[in-house]
């Protein structure tokens, strides 16, 4: 019986280890699959592209002849509407998540908003870029503007943010507030000096995957009717506008393939922007996860 029982014990084992090596294998493969591809994207862009990266083509706005087309207005475009998009969306996004978590009853009404909530982190961007039509552009009358562009994709982003800004809050050792409270702090004083504080590493985590997807999205600007071609710069947030996902868009529906060298170029500074972006977002991250 003994020999038998050792015998199972092994096979077990055996098995386990088995399947072990086997789920290794299949995510190695899978990981690897995706930086391949990855790979030969960005070869691809750059290849393409690097060789109109001039000085005039940051300097030209976009025009009919490939080798005189540039990116002014969409850089300028695209940073007025995410100076809008990044400070909106986190004063709501946070205020909303702070009140869930913190301030609202655990009842009915307060699970239905939040299912909603998470429905609408997947619903697709084109939905979103039909509310701001609706509610900005025509209701509010802000016509094709910057702040109506950048009121929409607050839009969108939103929910992502308000999850991941609840995640963050939930994270925060109950012990740090008890002791905030205990030492005589007000409820807002322990969300100001210790909730939120502590929380940061986890809210611009998901403000850092919310503004990426914002960079990158053309069909909700599309749907309020910013412009595909324009010579000049933003001057407030008044002003009609363009931004790069939109000028790299006009560029690939070009049938001139000289053009498509173009939107490569643009990809790649569009690719440097957000990861400039992402670089500063990493750092406020770490210096305050350093410090909680």
Same mark, same amino acid.
């Given at each position: ?31 690897? !699959? ?74 009915? !009404?307060?699970? !239905? ?118 010579? !000049? ?60």
């Amino acid at each position: 019986m003994g020999l038998i029982n050792k015998e199972k014990v092994k096979k077990r084992i055996g098995m386990r280890l088995f399947k072990s090596t086997l789920s290794r294998g299949l995510f190695f493969l899978a990981t690897s !699959f995706g930086l391949i591809v990855l790979a030969i994207l960005i070869y691809r862009v750059i290849n393409q592209g690097a060789g109109h990266l001039s000085l005039d083509f940051f300097t030209n706005f976009a025009s009919r002849k490939p080798e005189e087309a540039g990116i002014k207005a969409a850089i300028y475009g695209t940073i007025w509407l995410m100076a809008i998009t990044g400070p909106v969306s986190l004063i709501l996004g946070v205020g909303c998540a702070i009140y869930l978590e913190l301030y609202a009853r655990k009842n009915r !009404f307060t699970r !239905f908003i939040q299912m909603n909530i998470s429905n609408l982190a997947g619903v697709p961007s084109i939905v979103f870029g039909l509310l701001g039509l609706t509610v900005f552009v025509r209701l509010l009358s802000l016509d094709r503007s910057v702040l109506a562009g950048g009121l929409t994709m607050s839009l969108l982003i939103l929910p992502v943010i308000v999850v991941a800004a609840q995640e963050a809050i939930r994270a925060v050792p109950k012990e740090l507030q008890e002791a905030s409270y205990g030492m005589g702090a007000t409820k807002w004083q322990t969300i100001r000096r210790v909730i939120l504080p502590a929380a940061i590493p986890g809210i611009l985590t998901g403000a850092i995957l919310a503004l990426s997807r914002a960079v990158g999205e053309t069909a909700p600007l599309i749907m309020i009717g910013a412009m595909t071609y324009i010579a !000049f710069v933003p001057e407030n947030i008044w002003s009609a506008f363009t931004a790069m996902p939109i000028q790299i868009y006009n560029w690939t529906s070009r049938p001139q393939v000289a053009f498509h060298d173009v939107a490569a170029a643009g990809i790649i500074v569009l690719l440097v922007m957000l990861i400039l972006m992402n670089s500063i977002a990493i750092i406020i991250r770490n210096k305050f996860s350093k410090r909680y």
